[in-house]
């Protein structure tokens, strides 16, 4: 490559603190002036660092390229490119044609920011390799008619941008808006807000939300938030007859064959026989393939002999028993196997009511061929949220939060029944029945009219995290491996 000469290079470096100044900063000017356009808090940080990096240029222009301004340009660069991401982040997942602000060619301007911060740290290396002779020949020099230009349009459009900023932002401790309102000169019409400093501050922002804990909830039925329940007496104790790699976390039951599905913490699955006594199939997922897998939560029997797991994240496996298995292949998917189960998919489910919110059961169905999962609460969202997937395409069905039926009620006005951390869910007879590890209460949810139609108590149970239908029982399952059998309520 080429190199060019200082006063070429110069000029170069001029016009490019003219473009940066006159087409992103300058642009955001004429969108204000012309449609009332105002910036966000983040819209903000990305349009700050585009001056600081026109500022350092002008410096270089002035007096060289010295290594401390390069560095403070990639610097800049560097966490324009971060901010532009983390804006856009919020936004790209959305569906057609939403975002945030107008698009430009068909482009919104968070993405915008980052392609030009990129460009800047481009500029920069191409600049790097075009200079001759290292930085001591540049030195201290008038900065010519084009560098004058560049002071001029420098000190116009940042003036503009604080007046713009005095009027939306307002002074310190104000420090913007996350959903700013046009402009307006009329102060009544001003917006200063401070509410981006307010809640927790973390490095993920508000995706911070802990993994769920299902021993740490209280299991005293007495302790609930609804009103005095009836109870379910425990009518025999079962138990897994055999060791299990890691804690049970879910058990499921095939109606068809009375198998049993049992997963666990550390990503174990066992097909086993109807007395729990006798593994059929072991697999030991690899949690780290392709689809990151949190640890497992739910299981469920499909139609044509699938087997459906859900990891806290949502993030699911499909597998089916198959004597040609072929080892090799299924290396990628399993730390262990015995070589009888294929992986068919690994992907995960999309959901809107329950974002931010983890699961720790899954049920299947079969009258709707739905996989339902139900959200547990978190710290941001206190809620109950049941989520139903289609069989066909895995896809969200519907959501809804489950309203409390005839003779239900909350002790409180500050209780509910988001509450409830449900760890155990089967649907028989077209009825979703939860299993709560908070306050031992089985929850019976009418999917068709999404109200909680049935609540009891269910006392002696030690984390439930499991819960599986034989005929006129249910089968509460413990982290220990040990099986409660109460009667199925039909209400």
């Known amino acids: 490559m080429t190199a060019l000469a200082p006063d070429r290079l110069r000029t170069a470096l001029a ?75 919020l936004h790209l997942a959305r569906d057609v044609g939403q975002g945030f602000a107008a698009p430009i060619f068909g482009v919104h301007t968070h993405v915008w920011s980052w392609f030009i ?8 290396g191409v600049l790097l390799l075009l200079m001759r002779g290292g930085f001591g ?117 095939d109606p068809a064959s009375g198998r049993f599905l049992a997963v666990t913490d550390r990503y174990g699955m ?20 392709s689809i990151d897998l949190s640890p497992l939560a739910g299981a469920a029997f499909l139609t044509g002999d699938t087997l459906a797991l859900l990891a806290t994240n949502k993030s699911y496996v499909l597998l089916r028993p198959d004597p040609q298995a072929d080892p090799d292949r299924e290396w990628r998917h399993f730390l262990e196997t015995d070589g009888g189960i294929t992986e068919l998919r690994r992907s995960r489910f999309a959901t809107v009511r329950a974002r931010q919110m983890y699961v720790l059961s899954l049920a299947f ?41 005839a003779g239900l009620s909350p002790i409180g006005p500050e209780r509910s029944a988001a509450e409830y951390v449900v ?4 649907v028989a007879d077209g009825l979703l029945y939860a299993m709560s590890a908070a306050y031992s209460t089985l929850l019976v949810i009418d999917l068709q009219n999404t109200t909680v139609r049935g609540a009891y108590a269910v006392p002696g149970l030690l984390h439930p995290t499991g819960l599986a239908a034989r005929g006129a029982q249910l089968l509460v399952a413990q982290a220990d491996g040990r099986v409660a059998v109460v009667e199925r309520p039909v209400r």
């Open 15 to 89: 016009w490019v603190v003219i473009a940066l100044i006159a087409i992103p900063v300058g642009g955001a000017v004429v969108l204000w002036v012309a449609h009332g356009d105002t910036p966000c808090i983040l819209c903000w940080s990305q349009r700050t660092s585009m001056i600081l990096i026109a500022l350092v240029g002008l410096f270089v222009l002035r007096y060289g390229p010295r290594p401390r301004y390069l560095g403070m340009a990639v610097l800049l660069g560097t966490w324009g490119v971060f901010m532009a991401l983390r804006h856009s982040a």
């Open 117 to 124: 911060h990129w460009i800047v740290l481009a500029v920069i």
């Open 137 to 253: 020949e540049w030195g201290t020099r008038n900065t010519g008619r084009t560098g004058r230009i560049a002071f001029a349009l420098f000190v116009v459009v940042v003036g503009a941008n604080a007046l713009q900023a005095i009027v939306t932002t307002g002074p310190p401790p104000f420090i913007g808006q996350a959903d700013p309102v046009r402009f307006s000169l009329n102060p009544r019409h001003w917006v200063w807000m401070m509410e981006e400093l307010e809640g927790r501050v973390s490095l993920r922002g508000s995706w911070t939300i802990p993994q769920p804990n299902p021993e740490a909830a209280d299991p005293d039925p007495t302790h609930g938030p609804l009103a005095p329940l009836p109870s379910l007496p425990v009518l025999a104790w079962e138990r897994i007859g055999l060791p299990l790699t890691g804690k049970l976390t879910d058990l499921s039951r």
């Open 270 to 289: 066992y097909v086993l026989d109807s007395t729990l006594s006798r593994v059929q199939h072991r697999v030991v997922l690899d949690p780290g393939y």
């Open 423 to 426: 760890t155990g869910a089967v």
């Open 365 to 405: 169905d079969a009258a709707a061929d739905e996989l339902i999962a139900v959200a547990v609460p978190s710290p941001r969202h206190r809620r109950l949220v049941v989520s139903r997937f289609a069989g066909g395409d895995l896809l969200l069905a519907s959501e809804f939060e489950p309203r409390l039926g």
